[in-house]
């Protein structure tokens, strides 16, 4: 067997990947400067103490779409997670970028999600300043709340994970989250729908299927070969024209049909119910909230926010239930 340090892993990745991919030892590296492993790259160390952190824990009973559902197929969060890191490192490998970073970068997207899944930046974006973004609030939890001292590389991944942000991610191993999010939400969240009777596979848009293929299978493997042959091409990672578009057309048939459809909107109005009033309750009790789930000397509303947005959704019903139900049986 081979026993390879660190300093051979990093001459390695500058002989095998492409010269656009980011480099561990050209890292920007921490807030905190650490002395280096004697056998992991930088991006390695970041992929493991993600994975061995508590908010990346919790994903699995955090929300991707439908709240509480019944049967043990749905995708939770955690799932999502898993393919998100799936996608991205099989782009990574094929495009020559760095597989470490991607995968730290995927594996750490959606730990700043609150519960009941993008409702949650619906509820709590009216108690702050400008909009609360799950993206920023995964790098205050892997910065602040959390503590791993990152790599910048990987936080900025983070950071800009979403479409939504800008500007959009320093890296190319940043952008295939980008587009390993979207591959893998799309897929996973259409065949939940179908699962669940929302809609009918007649339903879906016939250029998604004329596009992608027939099956979930093929789906993920079209989009996954689009980004490779448009990136490898361009050399900037970029997706087929074509497949853009169809992803585009698919992503709005699921929010009118799926992520907006009346039966949502109500559980959403539940969801936005139990997270404004549990911050509203810590808001007033800001003594209740343990220092661990925030910064020690937060504003109240700070402290509220960070606990309540650290919570997974069970936890969330259970605490809304123990403080509210009493009020409501009087």
Not at 101 to 123: K, M, N, Q, R
Not at 258 to 286: F, G, M, N, T, W
């Amino acid at each position: 067997m081979l026993r390879r340090a660190r300093e051979e892993r990093e001459r390695l990745e500058h002989e095998l990947l492409a010269p656009e991919a980011t480099k561990a030892d050209r890292s920007a590296g921490r807030a905190e400067p650490e002395d280096p492993d004697e056998l992991r790259t930088a991006f390695e160390r970041d992929r493991d103490r993600v994975i061995h952190s508590k908010a990346f824990r919790r994903l699995k009973h955090k929300t991707q779409v439908f709240l509480n559902p019944d049967g043990d197929h749905f995708v939770t969060r955690m799932t999502h997670t898993i393919h998100v890191n799936q996608v991205g490192r099989a782009l990574a490998r094929a495009l020559g970028l760095n597989e470490d970073l991607t995968e730290a970068i995927c594996l750490a997207h959606d730990v700043g999600h609150s519960p009941f899944g993008h409702t949650g930046e619906e509820a709590l974006s009216p108690l702050v300043d400008g909009e609360w973004l799950h993206s920023a609030h995964g790098v205050r939890t892997l910065s602040l709340l959390e503590p791993l001292n990152l790599s910048h590389e990987v936080l900025d991944g983070v950071r800009a994970h979403s479409w939504r942000v800008d500007p959009p991610p320093e890296t190319p191993e940043g952008w295939l989250c980008r587009f390993a999010d979207r591959i893998a939400y799309l897929t996973h969240d259409v065949s939940d729908a179908l699962r669940a009777g929302v809609i009918e596979y007649h339903d879906l848009p016939v250029a998604a299927l004329t596009t992608f293929g027939a099956t979930a299978r093929e789906w993920i493997g079209s989009m996954v070969n689009a980004v490779i042959d448009a990136s490898h091409e361009t050399g900037v990672v970029s997706m087929r024209g074509e497949h853009l578009e169809v992803m585009g057309t698919l992503r709005s048939f699921m929010f009118e049909r799926v992520y907006l459809r009346p039966e949502s909107e109500a559980q959403k109005d539940k969801a936005i119910l139990v997270i404004q009033d549990l911050v509203r309750y810590y808001l007033e009790h800001p003594d209740e909230v343990p220092d661990s789930y925030t910064v020690p000397g937060a504003p109240p509303l700070t402290r509220a926010i960070d606990y309540v947005a650290g919570m997974t959704d069970r936890y969330a019903l259970r605490a809304h239930d123990r403080l509210y139900r009493p009020t409501l049986l009087d």
